[in-house]
């Protein structure tokens, strides 16, 4: 993804990138199968639409609008059918995840998408708990999770995922949050608040999309109805200044995804990305990858890019991901420990 044209300063920046320790607040767990797990997973289930030719899935991968989005990422989804899909597909996440010096992740899970296809829940909590202990022992990178409600599959969707989210016999040990993902357009945030609520009682933080693909008053739903601690993408809250300035004061950062938002037309160019109006009005803003081989990208392009749309050198850089490390749902101990590591990384990086 390195542009070897880039001048000597900037490929200097992607080397610094690639070795940055980082977290990850916004990235989806189906949205993540590389080409390789896709291709595998098609091949082993030929009734499939999804090209089993990694090459194939990069015009498969290209989306003319959101709701065009979301159904070729339904379609991926219907691939993973056996608790072994789901074990597979988290391992090698985690694994791609390390490669980029991720250290921790919070990813997005949809479990109502697999128990409505047949998987059986215990077996899916399982199979995800099993690949996130191997990670964390194998790659060094720890994983949590964030259940999100598909919304637009209804409220059958989000009593389903509440059950899975609160029911202590099921609920899994890496579960820290909960979330509302899919389309925006016609599904309203309110109607979601008795599952938010519940969620919330149970311990868990509130963390839905909201600003993808509507405008500021679905964040300030997500806000004052979801009691969202941070908002993902929250694009459109750069049309509403009180909003912006809600948001600074309140320290609810926005996990920012430029290129996903450009891959689903939510935004029409990367120059046209609000990502600096949200940093001049004090808005915490973490860089996040949302389905990174779907959108041709990673979190260390995820990283350049925002180096370029705002302006960062290395120590910039470092303030970024020190926001993805605050922003996270890691305990004290561990946000000092990753924010130690970003520092010596970044001090060793630029001593003469
Ligand atoms: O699983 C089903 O049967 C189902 C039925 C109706 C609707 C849905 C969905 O809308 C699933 C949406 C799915 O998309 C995930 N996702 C991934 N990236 C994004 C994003 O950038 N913005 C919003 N949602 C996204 C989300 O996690 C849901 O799982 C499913
Ligand atoms: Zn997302």
């Not at 949050?177 to 608040?193: A, C, D, N, T, W």
């Not at 993805?324 to 010596?344: N, P, Q, R, T």
């Amino acid at each position: 993804m390195t542009d070897h044209r880039d001048a000597p300063a900037v490929r200097d920046l992607h080397a610094f990138i690639a070795g940055l320790p980082k977290a990850e607040l916004h990235v989806h767990h189906v949205g993540s199968a590389s080409p390789r797990i896709v291709s595998e997973l098609a091949a082993r289930h030929p009734d499939s639409k999804v090209p089993t030719d990694p090459e194939a899935l990069v015009d498969y991968f290209t989306f003319t609008d959101f709701a065009h989005f979301i159904e070729v990422y339904l379609s991926v989804v219907d691939l993973i059918r056996t608790p072994e899909d789901v074990r597979l597909l988290t391992y090698e996440v985690a694994r791609d995840m390390a490669r980029q010096q991720v250290r921790y992740a919070e990813l997005t899970i949809t479990p109502f998408s697999s128990t409505r296809r047949g998987i059986d829940e215990r077996a899916f909590m399982d199979a995800i708990e099993d690949a996130r202990k191997a990670a964390e022992a194998e790659f060094g990178t720890v994983l949590r999770w964030c259940f999100d409600i598909p919304g637009e599959a209804g409220l059958e969707s989000a009593e389903e995922t509440a059950r899975l989210a609160t029911d202590d016999r099921l609920r899994p040990e890496g579960l820290v949050s909960f979330g509302l993902g899919g389309p925006e357009i016609g599904v309203p945030r309110p109607q979601f608040k008795p599952y938010f609520d519940r969620a919330i009682a149970a311990g868990l933080r509130s963390v839905p999309h909201a600003g993808e693909t509507t405008g500021p008053e679905t964040v300030w739903d997500a806000l004052n109805e979801l009691r969202a601690e941070r908002i993902g993408h929250g694009t459109s809250s750069a049309r509403d200044p009180k909003l912006l300035a809600h948001l600074a004061e309140h320290r609810i950062p926005l996990e920012v995804c430029p290129t996903s938002n450009i891959a689903t037309r939510a935004v029409r160019t990367l120059e046209e990305h609000p990502i600096k109006e949200f940093t001049r009005a004090g808005v915490i803003v973490t860089v996040n990858s949302d389905d990174p081989p779907m959108f041709g990208t990673d979190l260390n392009n995820e990283y350049a890019v925002a180096a370029r749309l705002l302006g960062l050198d290395e120590r910039g850089l470092a303030s970024l991901a020190g926001n993805g490390v605050e922003a996270s749902f890691l305990d004290d101990a561990g946000k000092a420990k990753l924010v130690a590591e970003i520092d010596a990384y970044t001090a060793a990086w630029l001593a003469p």
